[in-house]
Every structure is written in C-alpha cells, then in structure tokens.
C-alpha cells in the first residue's frame, strides 16, 4: 500500500497571499496524483488531477505540480472561500486509492 | 446537473448489517466506475470499495473484505453497499462517487454522504 503524507497539519495563511501545500508518496506514484478540497459538512470537491490538470470549473488560482513521490498544490490570491481541509490522492496503483491525511489551511 | 443521493445510514448495533444505496441523476450512470469513500467523525478519507460499469469487477480495502460487498443497478441508477458484521471502527460518513480517469483514477463527482454509526 503506498502512503501518502501530507504537509504541513495545519497551515495559517493570511486572504490575499499564496499556501502553498505538500504531499509526499512513500514510492513514486508518476503524475497519478489527485487534489480534492473539503468544507466543513460537505463533501469533498475534485481540484486537480494528473498532478497538476484543473477539473471542470476549478479557479486559475488552484495550480499542482510535481511528480514522482513529491508534490504541491498552490493557491494564490487566497480568498476566504478557499480555507478549507485539503487532501491528496494517489491512484497509480489500486487497490487500494489511498489519500494523504489533509492540510487544514486556516485564516491567519 | 449532477446528483448522487445517498440514504440508508444510521445507528446499528455492533455484529449488525445495513444497506447503503446511492441514487445518480444527472450522469449516464452505466459509464461510470463507482466507489464508496468514507470517513470517520474527526478524520480524514479512506476508500472502501469499487464497482466497474458492468458489475463484473469487484475491489475493496482489505480492512471490509468479506464483511462489505458493493453492487450496482444500472437500470435504476442506483449504486449499493451491504455492510455485515459492523465494527465500531465503521462508524463513518459515507460517500458515494463517481470514479473517472483512463485508468479508473480519481472521484470527480460526490454525494452527500450518509451517516453511519455502530454502537450499543
């Protein structure tokens, strides 16, 4: 099973400047990486696949990169809508898909 | 627009079964791969289970095999998952969603989620 560890628990960002998040695979994953975003008593929404494609209707602002083992999800411009739990996902070999343990970003 | 409704959760006594069901409107349901995804109260996701277009491939985390089996009715577009034997550690909000991807890779499209507890 590949594990996925996210960095940092908990990030404190002020609106209007740049979180920048980290997931880390325990083997190479390729770009077979997914971002999902998460608000309180909602479900998770799709951000990023492939490590760094936008899904339908995601803003310019959400950007990812990285491959192999080490990658990064970016949100500039930071809006207050966008403080949220953030998970990542691998899915280059399944079963089972398995998610980093989340980054809150929370207002500074 | 795209709608999954899940129902069917509750509070169960730990050894008890309940029935998960996921009603798709919005999709061509019988393209899709399906999963179930669930996470306990305070935590983050884990994936339970996959269920290809036809109902012909099966797959589920190690930790419900042989206690939870996922099906499908494509001519109701409804997705299920029958949970026996329930453990304290089930407890969990689950998710249905839709898995796309070439290779059956990642979950564009999310219910609600559904509720369910096992205690006594």
């Known amino acids: 099973e590949i594990v996925m560890t996210q960095s940092p628990a908990t990030l404190s960002v002020s609106p209007g400047d740049t979180a920048t998040l980290s997931c880390r695979a325990s083997?190479?994953?390729?770009?077979?990486l997914a971002w999902y975003q998460q608000k309180p008593g909602q479900a998770p929404r799709l951000l990023i696949y492939?490590?760094?494609t936008r899904a339908t209707g995601i803003p310019g602002r959400f950007s990812g990169s990285g491959s192999g083992s080490e990658f990064t999800l970016t949100i500039s411009s930071l809006q207050s809508e966008d403080f949220a739990v953030y998970y990542c996902?691998?899915?280059?070999?399944?079963?089972?898909?398995?998610f980093g343990q989340g980054t809150k970003l929370e207002i500074k | 627009e795209v709608q999954l409704v899940e129902s069917g959760g509750g509070l169960v006594q730990p050894r008890g079964s309940l029935r998960l069901s996921c009603a798709a409107s919005?999709?061509?349901?019988?393209?899709?791969?399906m999963s179930w995804v669930r996470q306990a109260p305070g935590k983050g996701l884990e994936w339970v289970a996959n269920?290809?277009?036809?109902?012909?491939?099966?797959y589920y985390v190690d930790s419900v095999k042989g206690r939870f089996t996922i099906s499908r009715d494509n001519a109701k577009n409804s997705l299920y998952l029958q949970m026996n034997s329930l453990r304290a550690e089930d407890t969990a909000v689950y998710y249905c969603?839709?898995?796309?991807?070439?290779?059956?890779?990642?979950?564009?499209?999310w219910g609600q989620g559904t509720l369910v507890t096992v205690s006594s």
């Open positions: 492939g490590a760094s």
């Open positions: 996902q691998q899915y280059n070999k399944w079963p089972p898909y398995t």
């Open positions: 919005g999709i061509t349901f019988s393209r899709y791969w």
């Open positions: 969603a839709t898995v796309s991807g070439w290779l059956v890779e990642y979950f564009d499209y």
């Open positions: 083997q190479s994953v390729s770009s077979n």
């Open positions: 269920i290809k277009q036809d109902g012909s491939e099966k």
